[in-house]
């Protein structure tokens, strides 16, 4: 099980973390990875980390440099500390654990799903 949180109503410019506490199973050799989804388009790969220790880290291209992507395995919960928010960051953001240990941006790579958590970024 899969739970974000963390989301809520930020000013553009603003930072927010969002959290992903896992139960019931340890996620540390799977990679992890964080999508975003607006009401009528695909689901969107935002960032990626590796298994373990979270040593490979990816991202889009539009979020790149303003957000991180993180691990804490002893408690079990993924990170995504998100700066210089802009109003097109406005989604429902979904964690998720791969099938893999490595990170992969296609949402089909993905096992595990937590419920999402609503960001929304005034202009």
């Known amino acids: 099980q899969l739970q974000a949180s963390g989301g809520g109503l930020v000013q553009t410019g603003g930072s927010l973390r969002l959290s992903c506490a896992a139960s019931?199973?340890?996620?540390?050799?799977?990679?992890m990875g964080w999508f975003r989804q607006v009401p009528g388009k695909e689901r969107e790969y935002v960032a990626g980390i590796s298994w373990g220790g979270g040593r490979t880290t990816t991202y889009a291209e539009s979020v790149k440099a303003r957000f991180t992507i993180s691990r804490d395995n002893v408690k079990n919960i993924l990170y995504l500390q998100m700066n210089s928010l802009e109003p097109e960051d406005t989604a429902v953001y979904y964690c998720?654990?791969?099938?893999?240990?490595?990170?992969?941006?296609?949402?089909?790579?993905?096992?595990?799903w937590g419920r999402g958590t609503l960001v929304t970024v005034s202009s």
């Open positions: 019931g199973r340890t996620f540390i050799n799977n990679a």
């Open positions: 998720a654990a791969a099938r893999s240990a490595s990170p992969t941006r296609e949402a089909s790579g993905y096992s595990y």
